[in-house]
């Protein structure tokens, strides 16, 4: 059974840093793509970030960037998200999401995890 499992949310204040992990079980990181999404209260759920697996150039939603990065370990099973200056408009759930392709509109991801809430406070 395939789960990926979310950490590092909580409260911080706006211009505050939060580093998430995720960290997938009964799934090989290795030659996988993955990408980070997150769903501000009563809003769809949103693009923030996708890394090949190479590793190589990763995306990032336009919002983010600058602010924002994506990096893995495979050894570990593990992908991360850096985030700095954080805004108060950046609270919301982030979820991480594995074996994921590009499409028309964005990414289409197989595995997803449940979340982690990130609260941004004024």
């Known amino acids: 059974q395939v789960q990926l499992v979310e950490s590092g949310g909580g409260l911080v204040q706006a211009g505050g840093s939060l580093r998430l992990s995720c960290v997938t079980n009964?799934?090989?990181?290795?030659?996988?793509?993955m990408a980070w999404f997150r769903q501000a209260p009563g809003k769809e759920r949103d693009f923030v970030s996708f890394?090949?697996?190479?590793?190589?150039?990763?995306s990032y939603a336009d919002s983010v960037k600058g602010r924002f990065t994506i990096s893995r370990d495979d050894d570990k099973n593990e992908v991360y998200l850096q985030m700095d200056s954080l805004d108060f408009e950046e609270t919301a759930v982030y979820y991480c999401?594995?074996?994921?392709?590009?499409?028309?509109?964005?990414?289409?991801?197989?595995?997803w995890g449940l979340g982690t809430q990130v609260t941004v406070s004024t």
């Open positions: 999401a594995a074996d994921c392709l590009p499409n028309i509109v964005g990414y289409d991801c197989r595995y």
């Open positions: 009964g799934f090989k990181m290795s030659g996988y793509n």
């Open positions: 890394i090949k697996w190479t590793a190589y150039r990763p």
